[in-house]
């Protein structure tokens, strides 16, 4: 009897144990249904489930999803069906609520956002007009700061913003465009109209074009926003005047376009490793002298290289064999040709020369090192060469000018490339950069809202608010872990290191790699203002980790200087395991009364690559030869570009 009793007891614990959670009133999957039609606020409620409230949950779905397996076709059509119109509810929803966040003056209907805020046209709203939205004129041109009249004899409106007129008649498409003295005339496919209530209704999009703003419309929502870029850039700006000195420094301002200049710079670099192999030193150096006439943008340079690897020429090799090298093949394969090249190659470098001119667009180039790679590489394919080319025979590239708007001939009297004129201040990068393109696909964008945010971050970087003044002297001293511990507190870890509309969002992420492996990292910069005040005489951007490599993985310092007649720069880094780097360069700018040549000396061969598909290729120097005779450029180095191949094996140095 006993034992019939301990076996019943037993029997219902079992059973108890085994018995689904519904048979305690604890129904997960009745109480919360199929995930696919969970609302936003039942995934945020789902988050604060405890682990066995989140596994009975799921053991329960899984029940139910094999249940389906066994469904009809028309269950399976009427689950879709509900699925679809619960997809487009939750959408509508929560496009309502990001609307009401975002400030939206109409839920339902058409909005339009001025410089980042929407517009209110109290009861008579945008709405659409032969495919175009129409709304009325005067609160936009009101948000937009624009002067508006309007000319009651010829029944005409007219608004003026940055320079721009645009006249317009109510029931005429034809509409006018002022700038200075000239006067257009645009299209604006829908004419403007006067509405009952007295307003003047017209193609937002038209008048956006004819007045030069920016327009973005996004079906999604329903919205159209227009931004006055200049507008955008001066709210930026705003905070930035001191860095702006150095970015819209011209060099214009110190050297004269009608006179000559001389160019001389030198680069030297040397790459040396630790321990068993502290003895494999690499080195390279780079000498480059030309002649410039700014104003009829000219360049004639000419360079050369001395280069020495060292021990380090068989730990390259051995990256880059045959078979598709070692290590790195994932990366040496797709450049088979060049792989097997390479070695070759960086022989010919040490004491490689070559010759440049740059003449309104054209290019003209020599060097016997170009004879040699394409030697190799038609030995390597097999191909045959559309022509012959001698170790003396100069390469043609027309051109189509560099003299535009967009080329200042004054940029190449800068440090190799290195000055920060680059003609646009940080609010016309930003707008620049967060205007290149639009999309709605996730959630509302708000372009101008967005770059005014952006702009946060660079104010950490080099706003206003960092610099000390000191006489003509502005200093401004930042610490990168401080910076970016505030990033991290204000963005959660997020923003702005995928923000990739703003152009400075790598500074920050370059900023906490160097904190990070050299235990700490800061920089200062440094601006020496003009004696106008407008721009900067000098500037200096110098860097350090602030450990060495005895205790970090990484020291490292670097230094940018650039000033009246030249520049220099410098960069140390050195690995606590495996070895070390330093670079050091720097320009001389001097005026001359050598002029440079614009095309080869007469009677050399000279190669047009536009025409290597016929017979014709060879031709002769141009006729202004003797316009660099007796120049003296005491050229003794040119450096290539830095092969992508090779930068893995160099980053690898330092990493392992």
């Not at 409230?53 to 066994?70: A, F, G, K, V």
């Not at 028309?74 to 939750?90: G, I, N, P, S």
């Not at 709405?127 to 948000?143: E, L, T």
């Not at 068993?276 to 030309?290: E, F, G, H, L, N």
């Amino acid at each position: 009897m006993k034992k019939r009793r301990l076996v019943s007891l037993l029997a219902a614990f079992l059973a108890a144990a085994l018995l689904p959670a519904q048979a305690f009133g604890i129904d997960y999957f009745e109480e919360w249904g199929d995930q696919e039609f969970w609302t936003d606020e039942q995934w945020e409620q789902q988050e604060s489930w405890t682990s066995e409230e989140t596994d009975e949950y799921y053991r329960q779905y899984e029940e139910y999803l094999e249940q389906q397996q066994s469904w009809t076709d028309e269950q399976w059509d009427a689950y879709d069906q509900r699925l679809d119109e619960f997809y487009a509810e939750t959408q509508k929803a929560r496009r309502l609520k990001e609307k009401a966040a975002h400030g939206f003056t109409s839920l339902d209907g058409i909005n339009v956002f001025v410089n980042g805020k929407a517009v209110d046209f109290g009861a008579s709203g945008p709405y659409i007009v032969g495919g175009a939205m129409v709304a009325p004129v005067k609160p936009i041109f009101d948000a937009l700061g624009a002067e508006t009249s309007f000319d009651a004899a010829e029944k005409s409106s007219t608004v003026t913003l940055g320079g721009k007129s645009l006249t317009m008649k109510p029931g005429v498409t034809e509409a006018a465009i002022t700038e200075g003295l000239r006067t257009d005339y645009v299209d604006l496919a829908v004419a403007p109209f006067i509405s009952g209530g007295g307003q003047t209704f017209a193609p937002v999009r038209a008048v956006a074009d004819a007045l030069s703003l920016e327009l973005f419309y996004s079906y999604e929502y329903q919205a159209a926003q227009i931004v006055d870029e200049a507008a955008l850039a001066a709210e930026i700006d705003e905070k930035f005047t001191i860095f702006n000195k150095l970015l819209l420094r011209q060099p214009s301002s110190f050297y004269d376009a009608s006179k000559n200049y001389k160019i001389d710079g030198s680069v030297a670099a040397e790459l040396r490793l630790y321990g068993d192999r502290q003895d494999d030193t690499a080195s390279a150096s780079i000498d480059v002298a030309a002649l410039l006439d700014p104003a009829a943008s000219v360049m004639d340079i000419k360079a050369g290289a001395t280069l020495d690897l060292g021990g380090l020429g068989d730990i390259i090799s051995g990256y880059l064999d045959e078979a598709g090298g070692g290590d790195y093949g994932y990366i040496v394969r797709p450049f088979s040709y060049t792989t097997w090249m390479l070695p070759d190659m960086l022989t010919a470098l040490d004491g490689a020369s070559a010759e440049f001119i740059l003449s309104d667009g054209d290019l003209y180039l020599r060097s016997p090192l170009i004879n040699d790679v394409v030697e190799d590489f038609a030995s390597m394919t097999g191909e045959d060469l559309p022509v012959a080319i001698g170790e003396d025979d100069w390469l043609y590239a027309p051109g189509e000018g560099f003299a535009g708007e967009d080329f200042n001939p004054f940029d190449v009297l800068s440090v190799g490339g290195l000055d920060l004129g680059l003609n646009k201040s940080v609010g016309e990068l930003m707008a620049d950069d967060y205007l290149r393109w639009y999309s709605d696909t996730y959630s509302f964008e708000n372009k101008y809202q967005d770059a005014v945010e952006g702009a946060a971050l660079c104010e950490r970087l080099f706003g206003d608010r960092l610099f000390q003044r000191s006489g003509s002297l502005l200093t401004a001293r930042v610490d990168g872990d401080r910076l970016v511990a505030a990033v991290d507190g204000e963005n959660e870890g997020y923003y702005p290191y995928y923000d990739y509309d703003n152009p400075f969002y790598f500074v920050v992420d370059n900023i906490r790699m160097l904190a990070r492996i050299g235990h700490g990292f800061e920089y200062t910069i440094s601006i020496r203002e003009a004696e106008d005040g407008e721009g900067a005489e000098e500037w200096s951007i110098e860097g350090r980790t602030k450990k060495t490599a005895e205790d970090a993985l990484l020291g490292l310092s670097f230094s940018l200087k650039e000033y009246r007649g030249g520049g220099e720069y410098s960069l140390e880094a050195v690995g606590h395991y495996v070895g070390s780097l330093a670079l050091n360069g720097k320009i001389a700018i001097a005026e001359t009364d050598q002029r440079p040549r614009t095309a080869p000396p007469e009677g050399d061969t000279v190669l047009n690559v536009d025409e290597w598909d016929g017979e014709d290729a060879g031709d002769t120097g141009g006729e202004d030869a003797e316009g660099a005779e007796g120049a003296d450029y005491g050229v003794s180095g040119f450096p290539p570009l830095p092969s992508p191949i090779l930068l893995p094996p160099l980053v690898q140095l330092f990493a392992d």
